[in-house]
């Protein structure tokens, strides 16, 4: 089996100049990482939102946010019960 290049030609390093050279960028955060962290932003930024939003706006306790009768209010008047 013959080569198109010679042993020689092949032993001697091939160097691309500056302007040819690509960088290579390695991901120090893998994609699905930053999506879960991303997610788990938002999820925490929600609920960071909702406690602020009942006791600063709504005058009640942070804490009652998490409660299911609180929620069942709030679904009842927006179905209009």
């Known amino acids: 089996m ?4 010679s042993r020689k030609e092949r032993s001697e390093k091939i ?3 500056v302007s040819e050279m690509r960088w290579v960028q390695v991901r120090l955060i893998p994609i699905w990482l930053r999506l ?3 997610i788990v932003l938002l999820v925490l930024a929600a609920i960071a939102g909702t406690m602020v939003g009942f006791s600063v ?6 804490a009652d946010v998490f ?11 927006m179905n209009g019960k």
């Open 67 to 77: 409660k299911k009768e609180t929620w069942q209010h709030i679904f009842d008047i």
């Open 57 to 62: 706006i709504g005058d009640g306790s942070a």
């Open 15 to 17: 160097t691309k100049p």
């Open 36 to 38: 879960l962290i991303f």
């Open 2 to 5: 013959k080569s198109k290049w």
